[in-house]
C-alpha cells in the first residue's frame, strides 16, 4: 500500500473546492434496502456525498463516494443521489465532477443496484457535450463503475491507490496481478485511452481538476471563458523552427505563461493533445509529436485525436494543430485500424465548425497530411514555416519512382538525381508551392508564431458556419 495522503470522501470535495463554498444535497438520504445484512449496518449518506459549490469562483457540481460505507458500492439511493445532482447541473449549465472510490455494484440491492447504475449512465449520455464531465479516480473503481469514468470527458487516476478494471486481472484467462496488473494505473495510462493522467496522490489529482476547470466553458452555450492575460501578445520565440519535432515543447512556448495542459501523454507517443491559451482564450490543441513517437501517424494516435477535436467541438473550443507527419504507421497490427481510425479523425476535423487554424512545421505528406486539418477539410487557416514540406511523399521517394530506370542501372548520375530532388521539392513539395496554389495561406517566420496565431484565431471569433441537415454522422 501506498504511503501517500488519502483523504476522506468530505475532505477530497474540501480540497477540490473553493474554501466555504460546498453546499451538500441529500446529506441525511440513506438506503431503503435492509435484506441480507444492510440493516446491520449504518449507511450514511449512502456512501455518497453530494453537492455544488466553486472553484475559482465558477459554479461546479460535485460527488465524492465514500468507500467507508459499503464499499462505495452504488444502490439505489446512491445512484438517486447522483442523478440529481445531473439534474441541477444541467439546468444551470455547470461541470460535474466525479471523485470514485466504489467497489462496484451493491449485491444485496440486485436489481435495483443494476437500474441504479444504468440511471447513472443516462444521466451522464444526456449530459455528454452539454457540460465538461471530469472524473478522479481515487480507489476502487471495477466492473460497470468503469463506464462512468469511460462516459466522462477528462479522467484522472491517483498512481498507487486507485484500481481500474472492468474484470480484476486475476479473472483474465491465464493472467494473475503479479504478472501483469491490468488494474493499475500505470496499465491503464499506457494502454487505455480513458485515463488522461496518473498523479502521484490525492491532492495532486484534485489540484490537476482545479486546473482543468480553468481551461473549460462551464457548458456548450457558455462564450465567456476567458482569463486576464498577462504574457506579452507580441512575443517572438527566437529559434522555434528547431523544435519541429518536439510540438509538446512548441505549445509550451506559445501560450500565455508557458502553460500547456496535456491529456493523454502517456497513450499515443506520436500525438500530443492538450489545452493552452493565447491572449486568455482557452485553444485545443492536436500535435504531430516526432521526438517521442515518430513521424508516422498511428491508429492510438488517430484515435485520441479524434475524440479530442469531437469534445473541442461540442464545447466551441477553438482548434490549433502543428502538422509534422509523413506518413501512416506502417506494421500489421497498425494495418487492421488505420484506415478506420484516420477516417474517423478526418471526419472530426471536417465536422467541427470551430475556429481552426493549422500550422506546418515540418512535413505535410499524403493523406496523412489531410487528416491533419489541412485546409482542403476545412481549416480556416493554414500557416507553414519556410522549412515546411507539403507533398504526396518524400521528394527524394518521389524521384525514385518518376526515374526508376535510372536506378536500376549499375550506376546513375547522382548529380542529376539530386538536382531532380531538389527540383522536385521546390516545385512540388515547399511550403512555397502550396501557397502559390491557395493550399497555404502564409509562410511565417517561427519566432512570430506566436503573435500570428492570436491574431489568427481573434479573427475568426466570430466564425459562424452551418452544415447539411442531419441527426448526426455516422463514422
Known sequence: MSN?????????????????????????????????????????????????????????YVYSQDAKVLGGSIGEMH?????????????????????????????????????????????????????????????????????IPALSDITYMVKDNARLFVNSPNALDRNYVDKLDTAGAKYQESNSALVDEVLEDDLAVLGKIRQVIAFLPSNNEDDSNFSDCMDDLNREIPNLEGLADDARAVLTHI???????????????????????????????????????????????????????????????????????????????????????????????????????NLVMGDAMGSAYLTMNSKSIGADIEYAWKTARIGTMDPEQAVKIMYSDAFSKDSYDKDMIAAKQAEYTEKMSSAMSSAKRGYVDDIIEGAATRKRLIAAFEMLYTKREDRPLKKHGTI
Open 79 to 147: 445512484a438517486a443521489k447522483i442523478a440529481k445532482i445531473y439534474d441541477m447541473a444541467l439546468k444551470m449549465g455547470a461541470p460535474v465532477i466525479g471523485l470514485v472510490d466504489c467497489a462496484g455494484l451493491r449485491l444485496q440491492e440486485a436489481a435495483d443496484s443494476l437500474n441504479a447504475f444504468g440511471s447513472i449512465y443516462l444521466k451522464q449520455s444526456m449530459a455528454s457535450g452539454v457540460i465538461p464531465q471530469i472524473t478522479g479516480v481515487f480507489g476502487v473503481c471495477g466492473g460497470g463503475s468503469t463506464i
Open 255 to 357: 501560450s500565455d505563461s508557458n502553460i500547456f495542459v496535456e491529456l493523454k501523454k502517456e497513450y499515443a507517443k506520436d500525438m500530443v493533445i492538450g489545452f493552452i491559451k493565447l491572449n486568455g482564450t482557452t485553444v485545443g490543441c492536436v500535435a504531430n509529436q516526432i521526438k517521442d513517437g515518430g513521424d508516422m501517424l498511428s491508429t492510438k494516435g488517430a484515435y485520441i485525436a479524434a475524440e479530442f477535436v469531437n469534445f473541442l467541438d461540442a464545447f466551441n473550443i477553438p482548434v490549433l494543430t502543428l502538422t509534422n507527419v509523413k506518413g501512416y504507421k506502417a506494421t500489421i497490427a497498425e494495418e487492421a485500424g488505420m484506415a478506420k481510425a484516420a477516417a474517423k479523425l478526418t471526419f472530426a476535423f471536417a465536422n467541427a465548425t470551430v475556429p481552426k487554424v
Open 4 to 60: 501517500k495522503l488519502t483523504l476522506s470522501a468530505g475532505d477530497r470535495i474540501k480540497s477540490l473546492l473553493d474554501d466555504s463554498s460546498f453546499v451538500e444535497v441529500g446529506a441525511y438520504v440513506t438506503a431503503r434496502n435492509t435484506d441480507f445484512n444492510t440493516k446491520d449496518y449504518e449507511t450514511p449518506a449512502d456512501g455518497v456525498v453530494t453537492g455544488y459549490g466553486t472553484i475559482d469562483g465558477r459554479l461546479v
